[in-house]
């Protein structure tokens, strides 16, 4: 599931950084419209877990007999989008390639620059899901608990700040002088 879990990683932060800006004017999107549905959806997922049960919830199925489907589809959402890279991440990489620069080869750079710092990312996101099982036994089940509440309040703050980073985006296009 680790190995999973970087994988997509990779290339969901890859593809936001080179395609992503494409996409969003297609759809004529803006990065703070984004921000804020990206930042209601880390709000709703930190909400549900602050409100979960202390005992975590055991899967209707082993692991094991989980089919290559099912695996996928359970590594990608909700471990991979937008626990781990959500919307925050998304934009950063939006951000970064929506300033292309020009000519040939500053683009290659630029492109191998990101799929290298992307690459990192995901090489950290696989170590830390790799060893979070033995991170856990040794919190025990009190030290889990905290932890994931924690987790789910700092997850709440992080997706407010989101969704206010972009509101005060729309809001100062909708009321320029009210920002000065």
Not at 53 to 68: D, H, K
Not at 81 to 91: D, F, K, N, Q, Y
Request: glycine share 8%; net charge positive.
């Amino acid at each position: 599931m680790a190995k999973a879990v970087a994988v997509d990683s990779f290339l969901l932060l890859l593809a936001s950084a080179l395609i992503g800006s494409y996409v969003l004017d297609f759809f004529g999107l803006s990065i703070p419209a984004v921000q804020v549905a990206g930042g209601v959806v880390v709000c709703s997922i930190a909400w549900s877990m602050l409100n979960s049960p202390n005992s975590p919830p055991t899967l209707a199925r082993e692991p094991s007999t989980l089919t290559s489907a099912e695996f996928s589809q359970r590594a990608f959402y909700p471990l991979t989008m937008p626990l781990t890279v959500g919307p925050g991440s998304i934009a950063v990489a939006l951000t970064l390639g929506a300033n292309q620069p020009r000519g040939l080869r500053s683009l290659a750079l630029t492109v191998l620059a990101h799929a290298i710092g992307i690459f990192i990312v995901a090489l950290s996101v696989y170590f830390c899901y790799r060893y979070a099982d033995r991170i856990l036994k040794k919190l025990g089940p009190t030290g889990t608990s905290v932890l994931i509440r924690l987790s789910a309040f700092i997850l709440l703050c992080i997706g407010v700040q989101i969704c206010w980073n972009g509101l005060q985006a729309l809001l100062v296009n909708v009321f320029p002088n009210a920002a000065s």
